[in-house]
């Protein structure tokens, strides 16, 4: 699913389609690549 940061304080996800049952608390993993970037 590919969304892109729209701001880094507070963290702020635009997906590039509508995501269905998106709920706080919930992980996202940042990749690079095939890289991991980290946990949020």
């Given amino acids: 699913m590919r969304a892109r940061v729209e701001s880094l304080n507070p ?3 635009r997906f590039a ?3 269905f ?3 706080p608390g ?3 993993v ?3 690549g095939r890289g991991s970037l ?3």
Avoid: D, E, K
């Fill in 38 to 40: 980290g946990v949020r």
């Fill in 11 to 13: 963290l702020r996800l």
């Fill in 30 to 32: 940042f990749y690079r």
């Fill in 17 to 19: 389609h509508p995501v």
């Fill in 26 to 28: 919930q992980s996202a």
């Fill in 21 to 23: 049952a998106v709920t």
